[in-house]
């Protein structure tokens, strides 16, 4: 492998200290650790990326003005795209600590553990399902979708959830997250995977980005809030604190 770099916003470190940290390494696996995607290369030594809103890693794209760092391969290359440039990569030893200290993955935490999670919380449940430390890897499209499937309202009070409640939540979350996950994942804006397709999930969105439009249980207009300064979207009548 070899590497340059070309927009130091999105590097942790030294580009020059990067790009030859990277030079004949060979990668050993890729793996995702909630939002982050570590590249796994001998040495133990990691490649950590974080796409951030606009980011994208393609396989043997073409490079644009839009590309950031491009790594090459003995099979290719795989270039870092990010309009926005609020992602971030950085070369590291194994995960960085403060990724370790991160959630439990939401499709692998027991109901037990998630119900002893929840209680101890006082929060409101989207800023706490946004939350990285409390689950890792949801994100706003998908704690919108969770809690409505759940039936449960934004501002609802996590603490305060009981029983059948955090059962419905549960399931909504794991229920959510594979249907995206099988469906390539949502793209809104510009989202496409390494190959640069494009998700589907966003046909089956129930209220995310639906301000207005009839809820398709009640036929409630869907309403939208602010909640830890991430636009929420809900159902007033279906989704109860």
């Known amino acids: ?34 939002k982050f995607i570590e590249i796994e290369l001998d040495g133990e030594r990691s490649f950590i990326v974080h ?8 396989l043997n794209g073409a490079p644009g003005k839009h590309t950031h760092a491009i790594l090459t391969l003995d099979r ?7 309009s926005r440039q609020f992602g971030r990569l950085e070369l590291s030893s194994g995960l960085p600590a403060r990724v370790q200290a991160l959630g439990p993955e939401p499709l692998e935490v027991t ?5 002893e999670r929840l209680h101890r919380r006082k929060t409101k449940m989207k800023a706490l399902l946004l939350n990285q ?11 919108d979708e969770a809690l409505f499937r759940a039936g449960i309202h934004p501002l609802a009070t996590a603490a305060r959830l009981k029983g059948e409640r955090i059962r419905k ?7 959510v997250l594979a249907e995206a996950i099988a469906a390539g994942g949502s793209s809104i804006s510009d989202y496409v995977d390494v190959d640069g397709r494009q998700g589907s999930f966003q046909v089956r969105h129930n209220v995310y980005q639906k301000t207005g439009e009839p809820c398709p249980r009640c036929g409630a207009p ?15 009548k279906c989704q109860k604190k």
């Open 111 to 115: 109901l037990g553990e998630f119900a």
């Open 76 to 82: 290719g290359t795989l270039l870092y795209d990010d």
């Open 222 to 236: 869907i309403r939208r809030i602010l909640v830890a300064q991430r636009g929420t979207h809900f159902c007033p």
């Open 169 to 175: 939540l549960h399931a909504a979350i794991r229920e």
């Open 1 to 34: 492998m070899s590497a340059e770099f070309h927009g130091l916003r999105v590097l942790r470190g030294d580009p020059e200290a990067t790009a030859a940290g990277l030079a004949g390494r060979r990668v050993r696996g890729v793996r995702r650790h909630g």
């Open 51 to 58: 796409l951030g809103m606009t980011g994208k890693l393609l």
């Open 133 to 143: 430390k409390f689950l890792r890897g949801i994100g706003n499209i998908y704690a």
